[in-house]
């Protein structure tokens, strides 16, 4: 009995299965419809007799009756399981007892041929009555078993031979669709269960991507927070602590102050590499590609990052080359950078290797080799991740954030390139990323000597709503030599110049100023009034993705709170002295 009336399956299987069988339905009667109209056909040729015609009506009638009911149900049978199982029993029960009539009342009676061809017919509808009902056996059983038993009996007791062989072949058959049928029955319930597991699935992964998107927002929305305001105050910090290196300081006051300027550094650091994940995430780095001289950027940055491997007692090497690329010099100076900056903080002994080297026709990839930790194989991608570091279960600022390769490896998707890795636990690794080989000519400037710091007798502007920030901004551009007029908004600023009858040589503005206004409409507005285009600086302590984007599409250079001192110079020079 288990195997013909398997377990019951759970509700929500059942209206599955219900519904399948509903949908069945109305194709599935057109097979009756024709095997009735066959047998009615052949029976009243043989016999004239009316009843037969009276059976054909009643079967017709009955597929219609029903064809409509399961028309106007719809997607909505089998919404409720269990009653509408009782249902289709019920539905499906005048079908098997009208034809079973039928072969009660002629199967004795009728010729031989006949006979033989209303058996066939017979199992023919039971074999089609199979996919009509799967996969709801008891359907199955309703709608087959009564005319097949009965046509069995019929055939068993004709006096015939040949139909006693039949009744048997027929009861053999019959035993064959039922275990086809609980085959069909226990397939498609395993294929309804499996798209239930499939959905549920699919949920928990839409769920975890929504959880994902969500964190991100999330880290996104704090990071621009958070930054911003530790920004203001740090970026005013700066500000003072190097307008009070230009003062009398003793040697010990210049020692405290010079650690100042180096806790600041730190701070300001970990910001912008918070910056810089805000940045990737706003897509607001964009690669802008050119043909460019690799020993260039390979010289400015063993220039700068040398002393720091001299200090910590390592070798730093670069391999000459004379190689030209044709990719963003500025992002690629950035990955450099941070991978340069990773050999030095994780080698004790040995040294590192800067390179490049031509792996195709039409590719170079930049190299940076150490004898530092290594990492073990099954930490290379984590190391990819922020906030992650082999090495500095202490957190010690002093070897960085976690963020170094983070930012890198999103730098190089900006390049269309990927940084790889291979290492030695405890021997060394190399870093690698590739971009494309420039055949172009290359007419590269050096850099820009920046000697030329003197700003003594330029006019500047500083609009800041932040009175700290902004007096300590005044102060230092004095100390430069500056004439400095400072004030919280355009019209401040405007009515001060009417005042002194003159113009300003650069704009200092602060992004987001009281009252919503922000630094790009106050910058038209100076503009507008002195109807002369007047260089200009925007500084923001602002991560905000949207901020970042809308911010660099001003006509202004912008520059990030808390900006160093050298950054701010670098700027004001190349505006204020452009040849």
């Known amino acids: ?58 079967m017709l009638g009955i597929a219609a009756v029903f064809s409509f009911y399961f028309y106007r149900q719809g997607a909505s049978f089998g919404d409720n399981p269990t009653p509408d199982l009782i249902k289709l029993i019920c539905i499906l029960a005048p079908h098997s007892l009208v034809y079973t009539w039928m072969i009660y009342t002629y199967i004795p009676t009728l010729s031989y041929e006949l006979t033989m061809t209303l058996s066939v017919i017979t199992v023919g509808m039971a074999a089609g009555s199979v996919s009509l009902t799967a996969p709801m056996l008891p359907a199955f059983y309703t709608l087959s078993y009564p005319s097949i038993m009965t046509l069995i009996v019929s055939l068993y007791y004709r006096p015939e031979t040949t139909f006693t062989w039949l009744a048997f072949g027929s009861f053999g058959m019959i035993l064959g669709l039922s275990w086809f049928a609980i085959v069909l029955a226990n397939t498609i319930r395993q294929s309804v269960e499996a798209s239930f597991q499939k959905e549920a699935l699919v949920k928990k992964l839409r769920s975890a ?99 720091i491997a001299d200090d910590a007692a390592i070798i730093y090497r670069t391999r000459e080359t004379i190689n030209a690329a044709y990719s963003d010099p500025q992002i690629v100076e950035l990955i450099l950078r941070n991978l340069i900056a990773n050999a030095i903080r994780y080698t004790d002994k040995g040294g590192l290797l800067v390179a490049c080297r031509n792996t195709g026709e039409d590719r170079l990839s930049i190299e940076v080799w150490d004898t530092g930790v290594g990492i073990p194989n099954d930490k290379i991608e984590d190391m990819f991740r922020e906030f992650q570091q082999l090495e500095n279960p202490e957190r010690d600022a002093t ?119 922000t630094g790009k409409e106050t910058i038209h507005e100076i503009r507008a009034s002195l109807k002369e285009h007047v260089p200009a600086i925007i500084i923001t302590g602002d991560t905000d993705a949207n901020r970042i984007v809308e911010a660099q599409s001003s006509d202004a250079l912008l520059l990030h709170k808390p900006a160093s001192t050298r950054q701010l110079r670098r700027m004001m020079l190349n505006l204020l002295n452009p040849e």
Not at 1 to 18: F, N
Not at 278 to 293: N, Q
Not at 458 to 477: G, K, T
Request: charge should be negative; include cysteine.
């Open 209 to 307: 991507l929504v959880q994902t998107d969500e964190a991100n927002r999330a880290k996104s929305v704090f990071l621009a927070s958070a930054s911003h305001d530790l920004r203001q105050p740090l970026h005013a910090l700066g500000l003072l602590t190097e307008t009070l290196g230009h003062t009398k300081l003793d040697k010990q006051q210049a020692d405290i102050q010079e650690h100042m300027l180096s806790a600041v550094d730190s701070t300001r650091n970990m910001l912008d590499s918070l910056l810089n994940i805000s940045k990737l995430d706003a897509g607001a780095i964009m690669a802008k590609p050119k043909p460019f001289l690799v020993q260039s950027i390979f010289s400015k940055l063993e220039s700068e990052l040398a002393p």
């Open 1 to 58: 009995m288990k195997i013909l009336l398997p377990r019951p399956p759970s509700e929500l299987i059942l209206g599955q299965e219900l519904k399948l069988a509903g949908r069945n339905y109305i194709s599935g009667t057109f097979l009756f419809n024709v095997g009735s109209t066959l047998t009615a056909y052949l029976i009243y040729s043989e016999t004239q007799t009316p009843g037969i015609i009276v059976w054909w009506g009643l």
């Open 399 to 517: 070897k960085g954030f976690g963020l170094g390769l983070s930012i890198a490896q999103g730098l190089a998707r900006t390049l269309d390139s990927k940084i790889t890795v291979r290492s030695v636990y405890n021997q060394g690794s190399v870093f690698r990323f590739e971009i494309p080989r420039s055949s172009a000519a290359v007419i590269e400037d050096l850099p820009r000597n920046t000697n030329k710091e003197d700003f003594k007798g330029q006019s500047i502007a500083v609009i800041d709503d932040d009175r700290r920030v902004r007096e300590s901004m005044h102060n230092l551009m004095v100390s430069w030599g500056c004439r400095c007029i400072s004030g919280e908004s355009a019209g401040e600023i405007l009515s001060q110049a009417d005042a002194h009858d003159h113009s300003f040589d650069l704009l200092i503005v602060d992004y987001r100023l009281r009252e919503g206004v």
